[in-house]
């Protein structure tokens, strides 16, 4: 931009004598101004919306009011804006994220986590055992997170019991059965209260299986101590026994322990009073089965039950 100057001092010709050459106005002289006054017009900007080109150098002005849009174009050499008044502090993304304590975009879906300073990582729920997840990244909706059921405890699943008792029996028949018991039992408890046999004496046994009960292959022997005294040894192959009677109206109770020793091998030990004859018996056994244990039987060998008891509990 240029600021006009007057380059005639038109004023000064008044003064001057008649005859005077300098005392006449030249049209070079009126020319000449006019030049001046166009160009110094040309080269400034406009009151109203004005165009600026080339580069524009501002002084040091204090402005209480304004209210402008800039459209296009680019600022460049400013000092960086403070926090303080509004601004970043800053004249890169970097810098400015630090100096407001923000992180870069992870540009990933999902979950942000701060990982380490200025540092985010997506992160998505995911399920675990007996847990389901739905939307784990949040993208579709808020993570919802179901339990299933599903324990840690060898798998099973339900609700967590240390202990399930299955329902009692009365002992009738030829034997008492109890299928469909969960493949993660590793130890049973079996308890006979007053059981007693249709007839005076008689043998039974405890049966366990995987799909069929196992008739053979029982290792171990009971024995039975009488008040006289006197102590009978029995080795029995057909199941854990020998459950015997030797009077009518003798019944038996008792517990007895089936514990999982080691893959599908399994240990019986367990005691009962014979009530009637004055006996007490004593029985370990083990079996080995073809599969999980999935059912138990009290059999009578050689006669039916007609009265009693039975029940098992599982773990």
Do not use: H
């Not at 502090?89 to 200025?118: C, K, M």
């Not at 008040?227 to 459950?243: A, E, H, K, Q, R």
């Amino acid at each position: 931009m240029s600021n006009y100057t007057k380059s005639t001092d038109f004023a000064s010709k008044d003064s001057l004598a008649s005859g005077n050459a300098a005392k006449i106005v030249k049209g070079t002289e009126i020319d000449t101004e006019f030049n001046n006054i166009a160009t110094a017009v040309a080269t400034k900007a406009d009151l109203a919306s004005p165009t600026f080109t080339g580069t524009l150098t501002a002084g040091t002005a204090s402005i209480s009011a304004l209210t402008a849009t800039i459209v296009g174009g680019s600022i460049s050499g400013i000092t960086d804006l403070a926090i303080t008044e509004g601004g970043t502090g800053a004249s890169t993304a970097a810098n400015a994220r630090t100096n407001l304590g923000t992180v870069a975009d992870t540009a990933s879906n999902g979950i942000a986590v701060r990982t380490a300073a200025n540092t985010l990582t997506a992160r998505t729920i995911t399920a675990g055992t007996g847990i389901s997840v739905a939307d784990g990244d949040g993208v579709a909706g808020n993570p919802t997170i179901t339990n299933t059921g599903a324990t840690s405890v060898d798998g099973r699943t339900g609700a967590v019991v240390t202990l399930v008792a299955a329902s009692s029996q009365s002992a009738s028949g030829s034997s008492v059965d109890f299928t469909s018991i969960p493949s993660w039992v590793k130890r049973i408890t079996v308890v006979l209260d007053q059981v007693s046999y249709a007839s005076g004496t008689n043998n039974g046994v405890i049966r366990i299986g995987s799909g069929s009960l196992a008739t053979s292959g029982y290792v171990g022997s009971s024995t039975s101590i009488a008040d006289t005294p006197t102590v009978t040894i029995s080795s029995v192959t057909n199941g854990f026994g020998n459950l015997a009677t030797s009077a009518a109206g003798t019944t038996m109770t008792g517990t007895f322990t089936i514990t999982n020793i080691t893959g599908n091998t399994w240990v019986c030990s367990g005691s009962y009073q014979r009530i009637g004859d004055a006996r007490i018996q004593f029985m370990n056994f083990s079996v080995s089965l073809g599969g999980a244990l999935d059912m138990l039987s009290l059999v009578a060998t050689t006669s039916t039950f007609d009265a009693g008891t039975i029940n098992i509990l599982y773990e």
